[in-house]
């Protein structure tokens, strides 16, 4: 059984539209560590949006009726409202504070916009493209370090239904396979699986998020080495994500919302 190694990667703060790559090798180099084969790149979303220049000032969004409208209704910023209308895919419900959104495939709460480790007044958007942003980050890497066999992993934080506190989830892989279908396998007993897909990804971004955390701890990557994963080529995004029509929670909560909203 190989060891994993988990590093988180001490930066200093980045600059607005500061170029990804750099940033990253100039992290690297910060931590005194080098990219080996089996290596997986784990980006925080946040330091994704920053390179893309997805900084929004609050005081620059004017909100429409529309926006004053859920405003009110979750006691939020109007501003903040309204820019959760604009990006979000879709509205599910919410509690007070908080819009609970389905955006890119992922339920996650105002559409993905964070008003933390930004200045006040200002909010950072989820990013866009991340898949094409993994694809892009792999093959820079590839490039500079003449390795064959390195994976990327962009995540976010979100929460899950009935628990406290945050966990990680992925947005966008390349280099790796994401989910290992367990399907039509036998278990212990001879049984053959019929639910089980594993969400390796997604898993690889919980253990990120011990490291990555959420306030001035200035982590925005980490270096997972060795991880039991099988690599290969290609980006993925899509793979990750299961229908409306089969996932256990969406229909349940979108149900509850809407008629929460008619009473």
């Known amino acids: 059984m190989r060891i994993v190694e988990v590093y988180g990667l001490k930066s200093n703060v980045m600059n607005f539209r500061e170029n990804l790559y750099t940033f990253f090798f100039k992290t690297l180099h910060l931590n005194n560590l080098e990219i080996r084969n089996r ?7 946040k330091v994704v949006s920053v390179s893309q220049g ?6 620059s969004v004017k909100p429409s009726v529309e926006g004053e409208r859920l405003a009110k209704k979750y006691n939020i910023p109007a501003a903040l409202a309204e820019l959760i209308l604009r990006e979000a895919d879709e509205i599910i419900g919410g509690i007070k504070g908080v819009v609970y959104t389905l955006k890119d495939g992922i339920l996650i709460a105002n559409a993905g916009i964070d008003l933390s480790n930004v200045p006040k007044g200002y909010a950072v958007l ?13 093959e820079e890497i590839l490039r500079r370090t003449g390795r064959k066999k390195v994976g990327i992993l962009i995540v976010d934080s979100k929460t899950q239904p009935l628990r406290k506190g945050n966990i990680g989830v992925a947005l966008a892989v390349s280099g790796f396979k994401p989910v290992i279908d367990e399907r039509g396998k036998e278990d212990l007993y001879g049984k053959k699986m019929k639910f089980t897909r594993r969400a390796v990804a997604d898993n690889l971004a919980c253990i990120a998020e011990l490291y990555l955390k959420e306030r001035n701890e200035l982590t925005p990557f980490v270096l997972v080495r060795e991880a039991p994963v099988e690599f290969c080529e290609g980006t993925f995004s899509e793979e990750m994500k299961i229908s409306r029509e089969e996932d256990l929670f969406y229909s349940s909560f979108s149900s509850y919302f809407r008629n929460c909203s008619e009473i």
């Not at 997805?54 to 005081?59: A, G, M, V």
């Not at 989820?126 to 792999?138: G, I, L």
């Open 39 to 45: 290596d997986i790149i784990v980006v925080t979303s």
């Open 54 to 59: 997805r900084i929004k000032s609050l005081f």
């Open 126 to 138: 989820h990013p866009r493209k991340p898949w094409m942003v993994a694809k892009n980050f792999r």
